[in-house]
């Protein structure tokens, strides 16, 4: 054998060595990418652009009447669908439940009526599942800071003559969240704790010969959320999910303090919010869908010291009606996700909340004053809010985004809104 022959089996034997070894490493830890397990035997894995998945539910609608695997989930896990739609920016969402609207009727002559909503749970919680959220569970922690603009109204009436005042807060909501993906990634559990900025609107009403001070108070501690999402329905661009919210009652209490009379409403209420999402994605266009039910298990207690005893007594529980939201949101990317979801889009937002019953009304009359809930003025539950924003994606994860929102019709919860999240995706 000559040297140009030795040469040339040495050099085969390092190719079939290395394709060996390639080949082994190969079977032994998937590579990154869009994959499809169990592709066929002796191959475990087969790249693939492709997946569809079925929950046990979604199959009942289905031509095959049967769910998917766990091969078949991990398929969708780690197709380019999957990664497609979490490119899509999540809904900026929008959420202020108004408090119920105290108005108190001092004994004391030539005193006014005061009329303000009572600040539970700092004036800014109230879960809204669409909130920073799309269908498709993740995982991936954010922070909001929102800006209610004149918030928190305060007024007096012209009884006996005096002159009317108007006074209001704008009010600052912070959210730290997060969202850790469960069961093989068909769900997710997600935390959210809002704070807001201390409140105090304070004032002096009634004619010079009887003035007499008001004031309305609340902390900064919000009601805790979690939101348990389930994966139903999943394909290329597009997903469907269900799940159930809670708010827990961890808020501060609301204050009003108007001459003698003391008035408090603990938060005591938790909220069951079963909901439906979806998302959607086709090339550079984006959409998402979400509806909610918002039922509280019981109601807030009102202490008021109404008679002369000085003591503070509860007169009734204030019950929310059960709230039905639809929340609509679509945009487009002008810059689309690439390198490390770098990108930059534009995002338009509808959102709507309706009463599905009647709110708590009720008056009890003391000997120091007359107290009641949501008679002279309704707490305003039923709005409509339109959202504008836009999304950078920052790279390695990191998305930065900016919003405003407006109200659509004359009963409002706020002036306007602005909003800002950071979102890190893992």
């Not at 408090?99 to 879960?127: D, R």
């Not at 807001?196 to 108070?217: E, H, N, R």
């Not at 597009?238 to 009003?256: H, K, N, Q, R, Y």
């Amino acid at each position: 054998m000559n040297q140009r022959n030795v040469i040339t089996l040495l050099l085969a034997a390092c190719l079939v060595c290395g394709f060996s070894t390639h080949a082994t490493a190969q079977l032994a830890q998937p590579p990154a990418g869009p994959l499809a397990a169990s592709a066929f035997p002796g191959m475990p894995y087969q790249l693939m652009d492709r997946s569809t998945y079925y929950s046990p539910l979604a199959s009942l609608f289905s031509s095959t009447n049967n769910s998917s695997t766990s091969d078949e989930l991990e398929a969708y896990y780690r197709s380019s669908s999957r990664s497609r739609l979490l490119d899509v920016p999540e809904m900026f969402g929008d959420r202020r439940i108004g408090g119920p609207i105290l108005t108190l009727s001092p004994a004391i002559s030539l005193t006014p009526q005061l009329q303000a909503e009572v600040p539970i749970a700092a004036a800014i919680s109230g879960l809204s599942v669409a909130e920073n959220n799309q269908a498709l569970p993740s995982d991936r922690v954010w922070v909001a800071y929102n800006y209610f603009h004149n918030a928190l109204d305060v007024s007096t009436d012209n009884r006996f003559g005096a002159t009317p005042q108007a006074a209001s807060q704008s009010l600052h909501r912070t959210v730290f969240a997060f969202e850790k993906l469960l069961d093989s990634g068909r769900t997710s559990i997600e935390l959210r704790m809002p704070f807001g900025s201390a409140i105090g609107v304070d004032g002096i009403a009634g004619g010079p010969a009887s003035p007499t001070l008001y004031g309305v108070q609340g902390n900064s501690v919000g009601n805790m959320n979690l939101i348990l999402k389930r994966l139903l329905f999943a394909e290329e661009g597009f997903a469907l999910s269900a799940g159930l919210g809670l708010e827990i009652p961890t808020g501060s209490s609301g204050d009003v303090v108007y001459g003698p009379v003391f008035a408090s409403l603990d938060s005591q209420a938790v909220h069951f919010v079963p909901y439906v999402a979806m998302t959607k994605r086709s090339g550079n266009w984006f959409g998402h869908a979400f509806t909610q039910i918002d039922v509280a298990s019981q109601g807030d207690p009102l202490w008021v010291t109404i008679n002369d005893t000085g003591v503070a007594e509860q007169i009734g529980r204030v019950n929310r009606p059960t709230l039905l939201s639809f929340d609509l949101g679509g945009g487009y990317f002008l810059v689309p996700p690439c390198g490390c979801n770098k990108g930059l889009a534009l995002v338009a937002e509808a959102h709507y909340t309706t009463p599905l019953d009647d709110d708590d009304q009720f008056t009890t009359v003391g000997t120091l004053a007359t107290a009641s809930i949501n008679q002279t003025a309704r707490a305003p539950y039923e709005v409509l809010n339109f959202t504008a924003g836009i999304q950078v994606g920052l790279g390695c994860g990191w998305q930065l985004r900016s919003g405003a929102v407006f109200p659509g019709r004359a009963e409002k919860v706020f002036d306007a809104e602005y909003l800002l999240q950071v979102n890190r995706g893992f």
